[in-house]
Nanobody, 123 residues
């Protein structure tokens, strides 16, 4: 079955760095765009970053642009999020999500999500 398993979260001081990983299995990883999405306590889901299937195109939310870097290693079926200069407001549960496109409508959506990894940035 499709599985996405995030890791690398933890406690980090403001200004520090952290590298998140998402190990994918049960599907052809290189065929799918991937995203990182986060949820802070008591808040809704916030899209963080996107990377296309080949890794040549990336996008970032304004809140993280210039500080975070999304990447992927298709040979290892692994997605990464390098978090630099972390801020207290980056504290959230971080999910990786698989991109999918509806066959008939062309609608883009996320069909599988990992369990999340907690990032806590102390101020």
């Amino acid at each position: 079955e499709v599985q996405l398993v995030e890791s690398g979260g933890g406690l980090v001081q403001s200004g520090g760095s952290l590298r998140l990983s998402c190990a994918a299995s049960g599907f052809t990883f290189s065929n799918h765009a991937m995203s990182w999405v986060r949820q802070a306590p008591g808040k809704g889901l916030e899209w963080v970053s996107f990377i296309n299937s080949g890794g040549g195109s990336t996008r970032y939310a304004d809140s993280v642009k210039g500080r975070f870097t999304i990447s992927r290693d298709n040979a290892k079926s692994t997605l990464y999020l390098q978090m630099n200069s972390v801020k207290a407001e980056d504290t959230a549960l971080y999910y990786c999500a698989r991109g999918e496109i509806a066959a008939l409508t062309g609608e883009h959506y996320y069909d599988y999500w990992g369990q999340g990894t907690q990032v806590t940035a102390s101020s």
